[in-house]
């Protein structure tokens, strides 16, 4: 991290009923939809910036009017059945609250009665600057996120800036906040960008291993019952030619029988990092008895969810480029703007898909049902599977329906991956818990191509074909040219 | 590693005939038996020391006289097949080779015939002075070990002192030692230390998973055709209630077959780096063509090769602490000194063990019969496996042979781990390439008691017993008092 993260802030400031936030009522400009917001500074109890280390991150600790009381008072107003036991955890922390998956995770804990913090260094937004890439969707900064939330809904949600490498950081958010349950997505969460340059590989090995490690460490020290649910990825299984199943498998050798974690088979650095994770949080698990839930998630598409829905402040990120969009968001991009889809190689590479508003379902439900103390649990989350060429006749036919003419072609895979290959994964658990999938075939036209046709002329077609490869990555740092 | 060494150097010191190292005649008070050692001096081509990157690291290239040419004339007199074959790896690279495995198998192959360059950062000296640790035998300074050597058998080590998290110190010793084959000993390798504090938890995984990537990366940029030879553990496998074969493992799964990474369930955060290493190795060696062996090896006992017993400034380091002590060197030294053998818990733990001269014929088998582009292979590298208590009963056994008295206690166990399972491990691939083992009931005697025996006076008992808990393990830094 600290290579990424060079600057460093010693501001400090404390304001009684000042918010730090740029006032409410100056950003009416953006609220063009939906809902009023109303301004509420004075809210505000307490905000402060403070040097956590030199060097390394800051942190800003927004403590909104929410008190435990207020806020455990509409817990029972929630839609779970969780909500109304007392017994079950009211206060969550989510790492990575202010990307894609986290966000949509944050509101949509915030708007069910819990008690939310994102705890972010919000380095995915350096990311962006760095490479030159940007979000489909205009975004904006999560301090007018929070505002906008709380303006809409009345509910706060605490904001932690900083770096959870930073163990002192950490644990004063830790400290501070005291979650029942910390949902982890605060990860580099690129195979691309992992494959860029040594560098880059380092960092995410780095970041995401010790991050995990520090989590580990600071549930132990600091809150032993917290229930870990910690983003996986469906891609630390690889493709074997036999089912994958959900973290384990029974095997039965020479006469006797075991049942022992799925081997693993990742194929980035990025992948491999989740499969570190995973190792780490099952020794931690038996060792010190961490409860976990580890939701080895699939490759997610779509960009409202109710919550981010309700105002364009609150609206998600969407990304199309060849680093950080998934292969369905960026094939509606090119579905919009009338570009070839582009199917690496032959297009038979198969994988779990989910929907974003099953991506907050399954996050709720792990947390609503936690593991028990020394359990590591996996749940492979995704809802239905397809290869590459399947979801490409997807987008052509959505495509016809709104008049869309969508061509596909094959371009040099930069990955190295099976391109024909057996894909058969498991995923019950989240249904037994009560999943109610969303259908891709449904949210092409309510919650995908509408989208990226709503926001074509933002488009910046240098970005959607792929920069990176696999096989060429080398020890030189690069660097993106205007 | 930036946490643990922080001193820096900005020293430059370019001499044509004049070593940095003392000379060696300074040295000679210390070469009491087995040989005389000639003094030269001005056979040291080059040797300086240079700054690689402030802060971090300093390296030394100390560049001896053996000339590529003068080296490969000797390498047919290699007692191994593969010496006589020129298309065979010659220039190896021994990276931790100033550790306890490392230096034996310097030494051993250098001896082969082949032409052998140490990379280390010496901090395996460091770990000891923080510790208040010390080896059981003394030993000497690496370039004294280095100057000895050359002085007894006329073949010349190349060393390279520095990181190799730097990747630009390891760039540069790749660059001008170019080798053949990579033996790579280089990570902290204790499962107590890693289970000290969080930050030797941190060290651990990030030293040892930033250190391979790295070494990946070089081979990958700087000598591709080079063989990774790579330290694994037998303890990635974890006891589970099967056969644990060597590295891959075939399932038949709902009518369905594959072979597989066989499951890893490590039990310490430095267990772990090696599984994570591992999966990160596999992975390239798929995607870039990396030639690679995974030397799974199990718990190595014996301080003699018929190298490091040619003279006392060459003598191997003898670990009996309750933090780097190995099971049976432990118990050697405490049947030494009177000290009740400490078996933790119930003492049914069953492992791998082998002689250190079984690790150094390993480790030469696996270059000399090296892995082809692409191949991961990987094997057990041990040789009889027992359990804690039989340990204790062949140590009673042989030291009654020698007249002492020894007794067997149980202690609380420090480790989270099964005290009685099932243990069947493979390990038919060395031999296959000509693994002639030593027994454990033979070497007792001749290479472990008697050397417990005579350096008994520089025993410390408070060294010997577990001072790290697996589960009390926290996030304040320990440090040791006098």
Redesign the interface.
């Known amino acids: 991290m600290a290579q990424l993260l060079s600057s460093s802030c010693s501001l400090t400031i404390s304001s009684g009923n000042k918010p730090y936030f740029k006032p409410f009522d100056q950003c009416s400009t953006a609220f063009s939809t939906h809902f009023a917001c109303r301004t509420t500074p004075s809210s505000f109890r307490k905000i402060s910036l403070r040097e956590e280390k030199p060097h390394r991150s800051f942190s800003v600790c927004a403590t909104a009017v929410s008190s435990r009381q207020e806020a455990s008072s509409q817990t029972s107003s929630g839609s779970h059945p969780s909500s109304s036991e007392p017994s079950k955890p009211q206060r969550v922390m989510v790492i990575g609250g202010d990307g894609y998956c986290g966000w949509a995770t944050a509101l949509h804990l915030s708007n069910k009665g819990y008690e939310v913090a994102i705890v972010d260094n919000l380095i995915r937004r350096l990311f962006d600057n760095q490479l030159g890439l940007d979000s489909l969707t205009p975004i904006s900064s999560i301090h007018n996120r929070i505002s906008c939330w709380k303006s809409l809904t009345g509910k706060s949600i605490e904001l932690y800036i900083g770096d959870i490498c930073d163990?002192g950081f950490l644990?004063e958010s830790f400290k501070s906040f005291e979650p029942d349950a910390v949902v982890h997505f605060g990860e580099q969460r690129s195979a691309p960008y992992s494959m860029i340059d040594?560098s880059r590989?380092?960092f995410t090995?780095?970041n995401n291993?010790?991050g995990t490690?520090?989590v580990l460490?600071?549930i132990?020290?600091f809150r032993e019952e917290c229930h870990l649910v910690k983003l996986g990825t469906m891609g630390e299984y690889g493709t074997?030619?036999?089912?994958i199943e959900e973290g384990y498998?029974t095997?039965?050798?020479?006469g006797?029988?075991?049942t022992?974690?799925?081997?693993?088979?990742?194929?980035?650095?990025y992948h491999?990092s989740k499969?570190?994770d995973s190792?780490?949080i099952?020794?931690t698990c038996?060792?010190?008895g961490i409860r976990a839930t580890d939701l080895n998630q699939g490759v997610v598409y779509g960009v409202m969810t109710d919550e981010t829905a309700m105002h364009e402040v609150l609206c998600n990120r969407f990304d199309y480029d060849g680093v950080f969009g998934t292969a369905l968001n960026r094939f509606c991009v090119q579905g919009a703007v009338g570009h070839p889809l582009t199917v690496y190689g032959k297009g038979g590479q198969t994988r779990g898909y989910l929907d974003i508003r099953d991506t907050v379902q399954c996050v709720e439900l792990a947390i609503a049902n936690p593991a028990k103390p020394g359990e590591f649990r996996v749940f492979n989350q995704f809802t239905e599977q397809f290869s590459v060429n399947e979801l490409a006749a997807l987008v052509t036919k959505a495509g016809e329906k709104l008049g869309l003419n969508v061509q596909t072609k094959s371009v040099p895979n930069p990955r190295?991956e099976a391109e024909e290959h057996?894909y058969n994964a498991k995923h019950t658990k989240l249904v037994e818990l009560g999943l109610k999938p969303h259908i891709l075939s449904d949210s092409l036209l309510d919650s995908l191509l509408n989208i990226a046709i709503k926001y074509k002329d933002r488009v910046d077609t240098k970005q959607i074909m792929p920069t990176v490869s696999?096989?060429k990555?080398?020890?030189k740092t690069k660097t993106v040219t205007a």
Chains 1, 2 share one sequence.
């Not at 074997?240 to 089912?243: E, Y």
């Not at 022992?260 to 650095?269: D, E, G, T, V």
């Open positions: 163990f644990s040594r590989a380092v090995q780095q291993v010790i490690l520090n460490f600071a132990k020290e074997p030619n036999i089912d498998i095997i039965t050798h020479n006797r029988t075991d022992l974690p799925y081997p693993k088979q990742a194929s980035s650095f491999l499969v570190h190792h780490n099952a020794f038996k060792a010190w190295v057996y696999w096989r990555i080398g020890v």
